[in-house]
């Protein structure tokens, strides 16, 4: 079962795989958002442990996001969880009290889509998910060891239903025949109502273990998911952009890389209920500021 500690520890065995970044001379603790509203025309927000956890509301984060509106500042979500199209994200966000347009939401999946030509893919989706925005030949990969070495490439969206099972079919067909593998969720865990899930990116770091010329990463902190936002905010200078995340090795590392000032938000996502402080002089990553809940 994974802990926040041994979460920590495997980003930072696969630190080498992230983007470089410098850090702030110092990191600033603030009591709201509205401290450093100022110095923001634009803010975007990781979503779990930022402004829900699991199916649940954080409380308040829909009146700051509301407060930040009536100063006049640009409000994004970039979310790296990919097991919905865009239409899901939307339903997702509102269904948790969330007024946001469809626009405002950036997700990892999209960024990942990009890259899907028109090889024969292997996906790793949800039961739930129709695969409608997929633009290329897709076979949905479960138990049948010969679909994954017939396809040409694999796109990892959801574990929802993965096992160990077909962790090993997938790492069998990549030995074999060592192929692209599109991990659409970079993260490694996420933090839920009674713990953590696993996420893509844990198992897309075995793969790039032993192939790691094979495995591509989207989503925070590798840097298209990034370009998406930037996309929609033109005009906004990076240094005027305030990326608010949990973590240090995603939100952190890939917003303050594309030169956005960065927020570390600690009280009920990946560091729920620990110091900040250890974590950011072990690994060197640091926030511009940081508070316990937006």
């Known amino acids: 079962m994974f802990t926040t500690q041994s979460i920590f520890d495997r980003y930072q065995e ?12 110092k990191t600033i603790d603030i009591n709201s958002l509205l401290d450093i509203a100022e110095d923001a025309d634009a803010f975007v927000f990781d979503a779990f442990g930022v402004l829900n956890v699991g199916e ?5 984060a829909d009146r700051r996001i509301a407060e930040l ?5 640009a409000i994004r979500i970039l979310t790296n969880a990919a097991s919905y199209d865009r239409d899901g994200a939307i339903s997702k966000f509102n269904k948790l009290g969330l007024d946001m347009r469809g626009d405002e939401i950036i997700t ?14 292997g996906v790793i989706a949800a039961s739930e998910d129709m695969l409608n925005d997929l633009p290329a030949t897709a076979t949905r990969l479960s138990d049948n060891a010969k ?23 997938l790492q069998a067909s990549m030995d074999q025949r060592p192929r ?3 991990i659409a969720n970079a993260d490694i865990a996420a933090p ?3 713990g953590f899930s696993l996420e893509p990116g844990h198992y897309g770091h075995m793969i790039a273990d032993g192939h790691p010329q094979e495995v591509r990463f989207f989503g925070k902190p590798f840097p298209e998911v990034f370009q998406l936002a930037e996309s929609t905010l033109q005009g906004v200078p990076s240094q005027r952009i305030v990326m608010c995340g949990d973590t240090l090795h995603t939100d952190i590392i890939g917003a303050s890389s594309r030169g956005w000032k960065t927020v570390l938000v600690t009280r009920d996502g990946l560091f729920a209920g620990h110091d900040t402080a250890g974590f950011s002089r072990q690994s060197d ?10």
């Open 14 to 25: 696969i630190r080498s795989r992230l983007p470089i970044t410098g850090k702030p001379p």
């Open 56 to 60: 649940t509301l954080i409380d308040g």
């Open 69 to 73: 509106r009536e100063r006049g500042c």
């Open 108 to 121: 990892s999946r999209e960024a990942a889509l990009l890259s899907v030509d028109e090889r024969h893919w």
């Open 147 to 169: 679909d994954y070495d017939a396809v040409d490439g694999f796109l990892f969206l959801s574990t929802s239903g993965w096992t160990d099972h077909r962790q090993g079919l």
């Open 180 to 182: 692209s593998l599109l």
């Open 192 to 194: 839920r109502d009674d």
């Open 285 to 294: 990553l640091y926030a511009d500021w940081r508070l316990q809940r937006i």
